[in-house]
Structures are given as C-alpha cells and as structure tokens.
C-alpha cells in the first residue's frame, strides 16, 4: 500500500473516486409509479431529463402534495432507480436528473464546472412550482451527487431545505487533483463520462488501464500526454492539467466563504477512513465550520465510517482483505429516510445520531458520538523519529519513541525517478492488509516502528508528521502512511497523505527546496480515521517517493510537473533529520478511557 488515495483510486472500480457503484443496492421489489422523460427547462432555455418516482396510485387530490428528494447525476437516471424506489415506497417524491449533456438532457456536459450549481437552482425551483409538490426539497447523492448539492446550495434556491452530500469531491483538493498532486485515475474517469452515457465496461476494464498507466510510467512522456496516449484526447484533461496550483480558477467553482457564511440549511455530511473523496467531504466540513454561522453550525451533522468510496452509500463489512466488525453496517437509506422526515416533515432526528459527529471506532467495533470533531480526542500522543543507521529496510527499521536512544542524527533514502519497478507490481486488491512495498523496501524508503502498546488505545482524528527534510534536488513527491502491525505480524492501513514538496507552504504557493537546506514539511492532511489499537500492537510509519502505477510521474525537476519528461529526471536523495536540534515527529490524537 503506497498512500490511501490509492485505496479508493485504484483498487477497483467499485470504490474509486467520483465514479459511482452501480450494483443494486438489493432492495425488495415495490409498487412505485413512474415518469420519465420529464422536461425541465433551465435559465438559458436548455431542457434537462428528469425521471420522477411517487408512490404506487398517488393522486394529488386524495393523497396531497408530497416532499421532494432530488438528485442530479452524470451518469444518467438509470443509475439511481433502486434509491428513488425505496423513498417513494416511504411516501416521498424522487426525481432523478442527468446532468447538461448526459442521458438525454440537451447541453454540452462540463465536468464539475459554474453550469452544475446553476442548474440545481433552476431544478429546485422548478420542482418547488408543480402541482405535485409540497414546496419542501431535500437534495441527496454521492460522489458527483454529493458535489452537485454543494454546488446547488451556494446559489441559495430558496425553496432548498436540506442536503446530504455523500463522498463530495472538492475541486483541487480530491479531484482532479489531490492537493495540486495530479493523478492518472483522471483520464479513466474522463473516459467514463464521454459522450452522453457512461462508457462503463470501458471504465471498468482494469487489466487495460493498469496497463496503459503502466506504459505512462515506462515511457518517460510528459503527464500532459496522458489522454492521447490511452486514446482519450480531452479538452477538459488538457484544462485541469495545465492549471496544477490551487488558484481562482480552483476556487470558482466551489463555495465561498462568504456563501458558507450565508448557508444555513441543515447538512448531514458522510464519508469514509477508505473514500477517496474523503479529502473533499471534510473540506466542505471544516470550511463551513469555519466559515458557517454559529445556528447553520448546529445544524450540520458528521458520519465517519470506516468504508471506502460506494461504502459510504452501501457499507460493506469486507473490503481491501480486511474484516471490520458487523457493528459498521447500518441501514444508509433509513438513515437518509428519517432525516428528510426530520428536516423537512415533523418527525423525530434520527436516533443514530446521537451528537453532531457521528464516528465508527474500527478495533473496538462501536459507535460514538461528540459535539464536534474537536471534541472526539482528549489527548495526544507525540512519538519521536529515530534510527541507529541511515539506511532502513523492514528488520532494521527505525523507531518512534518518546526519547528515541538511537546513534544516527538522520535517516535517508535514494529515489531514483527512472525506475519504475515498484509501478510494475501494479495495485493489489487487499490494499489495507498488504505489505509488499514495505518489504521489498531497499535503501528507496523509511520505516519507523514504535514499542508495543502496553494497552488499547484510541486513536481518533487526523494524525500529524512534523518532518525535517534535506534533499539535494528542488522539488520531489513524499508519500506517508502510518500502519497497525498487530502481535501476529499482520498489518492495517490506517491513513496517509503525499506532499509535493514545492507546496509545503500552501496550496496556492510554490516554492522549490534549496539543495542542502534543512527545512520542516508539516504532514497534516492524513486521512481522518478511528481505530483502536490493540494491546501488543506496534505502530509503523512508512516514509518513501511517490512512484506507483496511481501516481504522477515526478522527475524531481523545477519545471511544472505534468510538463516533466524522462529527460528532465534527477536522482534524488531525501534526508529526514531527527537529532536534538530537528526533532522530527509523529503527533497522534488519542482518547483517553475516561474520555
């Protein structure tokens, strides 16, 4: 396992980003009525395709006008019939819209840009003037679901109640790139959703993108070359690629502060440790808890669960090689169900969420709950990096300790960007058990392990690595992850992060390392996941290059990477300081028993 995002990006087609699972979420069959081809004309007089669901007989006179549930997809209506039949069993009205220049709505279809939220407006509003509605309207989806909700709500239609953005990719910060780190995934995505219905057994093919990705890696072209190169030349990749730094651009097409400061609708937000869209949900999260007002705060809820992408909306209990406990599975749909009748209609919250932050503890196998994400950790555990020799493989590991006792005042590896040996190996479908990259490790990665814990310990919240960094090249990629290796050797991906180095000052900055220079690069978007730590159980933190089948080809040059050819390649070596005056460090959320 290199870095999380590849858990959702790359392991299979189920759970990556942004694209949704079409399996049938095996809800019995029910008696509900149907239309489709509903048209709905929008503000620049383009007719989107709408499929509205009701209960089986409804009758406007006899039964009333009924609260509404939408959701607004690209990838055509179709893909949503099972959900818009289990609420319209539960008394709701469900309609299913293809996005502009999907299905069989007219337009030119944008991926994820201003004509989304525009649109949602007009739909709301729309659906707020039939004949058959209450004037209540509930939003809901996942993935591009999820983010078409965000970008509805910051339009404001007045006639907009609630949102349940599930898994919601926030723009340059997930997809299309994470954290100004581009990905190959993009292209395949991008392939998906050509033309105006999914191209899914093309999508779907994982032996053809694997190898073509691979081809990527082998070849040394530039990543700007990608989709001529698989044979999907696109303008929107060609767009998206040449603006790799977070700017205004980035920033249009998602909600301001002063919108996040207007909002104030209820929000039930969810995601999971293994989504990898997770990064996108908890930006929203966090920028509407700093932006939102102190009521629209209350009123927005947090579900956490230890899924990964399509596992937000049908929580599988097995997944990557690993079990979780059964307490994890929860009726996703229920949930959803009571709290549209609690927003929307007069019933009770829903009694699964007992606080504003709902949270599963992998490990222990519960559910907590907590007033806010703040309040979910009551201490901290700081661990220092430390090693006896440079160099680590797997049996001559570093430490990470309190007071490391250890003789080497660094540790470092070499990473040689032409080599492309770790990408041949490809994704392996148990990538939370796996641990074949940290065995095969030799001189190109760090391995830092801790003592056993004398006992179980909660760790809950976004881990932090503070890691002093010498490297004699101007810019490379550092991925972390941090594992549980139990008392039988197994290990558990728990959560990890890849910093681009020239970014260490923020997402809008760029500025390239100085050879020689010793400089802290401050690791703190881990992924947010709960797990209990065994008795017995070891904690180990993996340190390499980013250079895997489901990374961007990085060459370790200046120039902009998507412009980095094998000719611009430079070997790198990345020294990580931990003596007394660089006290390098692992920083770890912890709950205490009486917490």
């Known amino acids: 396992m290199r870095k999380l995002i590849a858990f959702a990006l790359c392991a299979m087609v189920g759970a990556t980003a942004v694209a949704e699972s079409s399996d049938d979420i095996g809800r019995e069959p029910t008696d509900v009525d149907f239309i489709w081809g509903v048209e709905i004309p929008v503000r620049d007089g383009t007719v989107l395709n709408g499929t509205l669901y009701r209960p089986d007989g409804y009758s406007r006179e006899e039964d009333g006008p009924l609260t509404t549930i939408v959701t607004i997809t690209p990838y055509i209506s179709d893909r949503y019939h099972p959900d818009a039949q289990y609420f319209a069993r539960h008394g709701f009205a469900f309609l299913i819209v293809d996005t502009r220049g999907r299905g069989n709505s007219e337009g030119a279809f944008k991926p994820l840009d201003l004509e989304d939220g525009r649109d949602g407006y007009d739909i709301v509003q729309w659906i707020a003037e039939q004949p058959w509605s209450n004037g209540k309207i509930g939003m809901r989806g996942g993935s591009y679901g999820g983010y078409n909700q965000w970008a509805t709500a910051r339009y404001f239609p007045e006639d907009l109640d609630t949102i349940v953005p599930i898994a919601s990719p926030y723009h340059g910060i997930d997809f299309p790139m994470n954290y100004n780190v581009q990905y190959p995934y ?8 050509a033309g105006v219905t999914p191209q899914g057994r093309t999508f779907g093919d994982d032996a053809f993108w694997e190898r073509k990705f691979l081809e990527y890696h082998q070849s040394g072209i530039a990543f ?28 249009a097409r998602v909600p301001s502060a002063d919108e996040l400061a207007r909002l104030d609708l ?17 930006h929203y999260y966090h920028e509407h808890m700093r932006h ?9 809820y947090l579900v956490l669960g230890p899924w990964n992408h399509s596992g937000t909306r049908m929580p599988e209990q097995s997944f990557g090689g690993y079990e979780f406990g059964d307490e994890m599975m929860f009726d996703a749909f229920a949930l959803d169900r009571d709290w549209y009748h609690w927003t929307m209609e007069d019933g009770e919250r829903p009694e699964f969420l007992l606080d504003r932050v709902t949270y599963f503890v992998a490990g222990a196998n519960e559910w907590k709950s907590a007033p806010s994400l703040d309040a979910v950790a009551d201490d901290e555990l700081v661990l220092r990096l430390g090693a006896d020799r440079p160099v680590h493989d797997l049996f001559r590991s570093g430490v990470l300790a309190p007071e490391p006792d250890t003789g080497s005042d ?26 074949t990259e940290v065995v095969m490790t030799d001189g190109d990665g760090l391995i830092f392990h801790s003592e056993p814990f004398d006992e179980a310990t909660e760790i809950s919240g976004n881990i932090r690595v503070e890691a002093f960094i010498e490297m004699d090249v101007p810019d490379t990629d550092v991925d972390a992850t941090l594992y549980e290796i139990r008392v039988d050797g197994s290990s558990i991906a728990l959560a990890g992060q890849t910093l681009r180095a020239r970014h260490r000052d923020g ?13 802290k690069l401050v690791f703190d978007r881990f992924y947010w996941f709960s797990r209990k730590v065994a008795e017995g159980s070891r904690l180990r933190l993996f340190i390499r290059p980013a250079n895997g089948i489901g990374d961007q080809r990085h060459y370790n040059a200046a120039k902009p990477v998507h412009e980095q050819t ?4 430079r070997t790198a070596t990345v020294r990580l300081h931990h003596d007394e005056e ?14």
Not at 186 to 193: E, F, H
Not at 507 to 519: D, F, N
């Open 507 to 519: 997402l809008r900055e760029v500025r390239m390392m100085k050879p020689g220079t010793i400089e």
């Open 566 to 569: 094998a000719s611009d390649a």
């Open 410 to 435: 660094y540790s470092e590896y070499v990473y040689d960007p032409l080599d492309t040996s770790k990408a041949e190996r490809g994704t392996a479908d148990d990538y939370i058990v796996d641990q």
């Open 224 to 251: 700007e070359e990608l989709d001529e190169h698989v044979g999907m030349p696109s303008e929107t990749f060609d767009e998206w690629v040449s603006r790799s730094v977070m700017d205004d651009y980035w920033a």
């Open 186 to 193: 993009v292209i395949r995505w991008l392939t998906l959703t």
């Open 266 to 282: 209820p929000i039930l937000t969810i995601t999971g440790y293994y989504d990898g869209d997770q990064p996108g949900a908890m």
């Open 292 to 300: 939102g007002s102190e009521a629209a705060k209350e009123a927005h």
């Open 582 to 595: 660089h006290r390098s460090r692992l920083i770890l959320p912890v709950v205490s028993d009486d917490g």
